[in-house]
């Protein structure tokens, strides 16, 4: 059984996040808990302010904030998708990294399912900057699905590395598992902005990667590019990649491919999937 927790705030976004997830595993035996946060300076009753409206308090209630995901749980129940899913609501209130924290320990979580408006946008307010918190502070498995992305399948993987990082089997296994489930093939991608070669630490962790892979679905592939966006856009296009996997531990490099600004609404951010692998 696979124990998957969905933050949602109830917007498009979210929706898109549930949807996607509910395809991607759609044979397979999960428990999906939907949580909502409400923030601490989020207005109550206890903490009732001149000009908080009584629209306001019903918003951020916990009764109302239960209510609604009464509300989405059922509209999920009305999938073809879920014969094997079972659906558990929850509502926290405080700060958002803890509360998602706790549910992870609590609940025993494998996986941790987002929403964002795309992955160039992780650094702005509301559910982008709790997607970016979630996927660097908490140490869970993150999958996080851009606002564009809809669910056909997904059959290639690209896992981009600069051989810099060794990579303990636990990440290694999750794509691996990823994959096999999904029949999808792992792309490994080098990603350079020089001709440089390998130094003997790089093509040892290379060659741990080829030893690992061996037997799966899998190729390696050199990306040099000045500009490293633009590289690996050209290379998802060219590749038809419907997933990019990462380790969280090496997010710093991967920055300047998620978190970039764009106003390319048919670039990679809005419509590619990420999956934000911890040890």
Known sequence: MINILVPTDFSENSWNAIT??????ASAR???????????????QENFTEGTTKNSIENHSPTETRKKLIDLAQKIEQSPRIKY??????????????????QVLEKKIDLIVMGTKGASELH???????????????????FVVPDKASYVGIKEIAFPTDYNLFYPASILRTISSFA??????????HLS??????????????????DYFQGEPHSFHKLTNQNIEIGIQNFIA?????????????????????????????????R????????
């Not at 702005?124 to 993150?142: E, L, P």
């Not at 440089?196 to 741990?208: G, T």
């Not at 590619?272 to 911890?278: C, D, K, N």
């Open 20 to 25: 996607f997830a509910l395809a991607m595993y």
């Open 30 to 44: 999960c428990n999906f808990y939907l949580v909502h946060v409400i923030k601490e300076n989020s207005p109550t």
């Open 85 to 102: 899913h079972r659906f558990f609501i929850v509502t926290a209130q405080g700060n958002f990294v803890e509360a998602i924290r706790k």
């Open 124 to 142: 702005n307010n509301g559910v982008g900057n709790n997607t970016s918190d979630v996927i660097t502070k908490v140490k869970c498995n993150a």
């Open 180 to 189: 096999n489930n999904l029949n999808a093939k792992i792309r490994i991608v």
């Open 193 to 210: 902005k020089t001709k440089q070669k390998l130094i003997a630490e790089q093509l040892q962790n290379k060659e741990l990667l080829q």
């Open 238 to 270: 060219k590749n038809n990649i419907d997933l990019i996997a990462m380790a969280a531990k090496n997010i710093h490099f991967y920055q300047q491919l998620l978190f970039k600004s764009s106003e390319d609404n048919g670039s990679y951010h809005s």
């Open 272 to 279: 590619i999937p990420f999956l934000v692998l911890h040890e």
